[in-house]
Nanobody
Framework: QVQLVESGGGLVQPGDSLRLSCAPS????????MAWFRQAPGKEREYVGR????????YYADSVKGRFTISRDNAKNTVYLQMNRLKPEDTAIYYC???????????WGQGTQVTVSS
């Protein structure tokens, strides 16, 4: 059983940076991919980007491409979402998700709030 623990959310001003962390524990050898999603108030959940566990290839939604970066620290077994040049429209609850045993996202973190406001 894989569990995901997220951290790093907070309140920042427009233009600031913030880094979210997601640490999978458990059967990490069965991980195929990890991703970040977000959900703003009154909106549907939105895909942000993902990283393939074996190759560390990354993919991003157009809305964050060039501003957000997903990376993995093998030593710490942690995935990061580095968010730069944050905008108010980035305000949302951010969720980490994992594809365990396949490419479907079947394990989810608890979510962390990111608020971008002046």
């Amino acid at each position: 059983q894989v569990q995901l623990v997220e951290s790093g959310g907070g309140l920042v001003q427009p233009g600031d940076s913030l880094r979210l962390s997601c640490a999978p524990s458990g059967l990490t050898d069965k991980l195929y991919t990890m991703a970040w999603f977000r959900q703003a108030p009154g909106k549907e959940r939105e895909y942000v980007g993902r990283i393939t566990w074996s190759s560390a290839n990354t993919y991003y939604a157009d809305s964050v491409k060039g501003r957000f970066t997903i990376s993995r620290d093998n030593a710490k077994n942690t995935v990061y979402l580095q968010m730069n040049r944050l905008k108010p429209e980035d305000t949302a609850i951010y969720y980490c998700a994992a594809g365990v045993g396949g490419w479907d996202y079947n394990v989810w973190g608890q979510g962390t709030q990111v608020t971008v406001s002046s």
